[in-house]
């Protein structure tokens, strides 16, 4: 089993607070996923985010074709990062960790995954040709949505020596 990676980072014009309060809520993630990737949640025991806690979802891998994908929250850090991990799904392996650092004016989100599609060549093949533009998409549309919603960070400027 390959397993591969991909991360990204995004300031964000809120603070450490805010941009937790926002990710802490599952609800958020159909958001901040694109409409075609077909993402619904099924079942959610909680609006804020704990460790140990089951999410169903529904993923739409096909058109009309729809599984079901459960994670469980782990390594939950409040105001600091949480894991998502796949316990079935549409992945062979899923591991995808969120972490939150509090910047001057906002705060940075980073997020890296770790999978693996399965199937030997066969799933090499579809990672290569389906399921990695569709995490770039994924990633990319996510990024547009929280500047469309929050703003776009601005650093703040350095004042001039005395």
């Known amino acids: 089993m390959k397993v591969h990676?991909?991360?990204?980072?995004?300031?964000?014009?809120?603070?450490?607070?805010?941009?937790?309060?926002?990710?802490?809520?599952?609800?958020?993630?159909?958001?901040?996923?694109?409409?075609?990737?077909?993402?619904?949640?099924?079942?959610?025991?909680?609006?804020?985010?704990?460790e140990g806690e089951i999410i169903q979802y529904a993923v739409k891998i096909l058109p009309g074709v729809w599984?079901?994908?459960?994670?469980?929250?782990?390594a939950l850090r409040e105001k600091e990062s949480f894991v998502d991990d796949q316990i079935s799904g549409p992945f062979k392996f899923w591991h995808h960790r969120h972490s939150f650092e509090e910047v001057e004016g906002g705060t940075v989100v980073r997020d890296l995954v770790h999978y693996a599609v399965g199937f030997g060549p066969i799933g090499e093949v579809a990672r290569r040709l389906m399921v990695a533009p569709q995490l770039d998409e994924m990633f990319r549309h996510r990024r547009a949505t929280l500047e469309k919603k929050f703003g776009v960070f601005t650093a703040p400027r350095q004042s001039a020596g005395r």
């Open 67 to 74: 599984i079901p994908w459960i994670s469980e929250i782990k």
């Open 5 to 50: 990676s991909l991360s990204q980072e995004q300031t964000l014009p809120l603070s450490l607070e805010e941009a937790w309060g926002f990710f802490s809520s599952p609800r958020n993630l159909e958001e901040m996923t694109p409409p075609g990737m077909g993402f619904q949640i099924v079942s959610l025991p909680s609006e804020t985010l704990y």
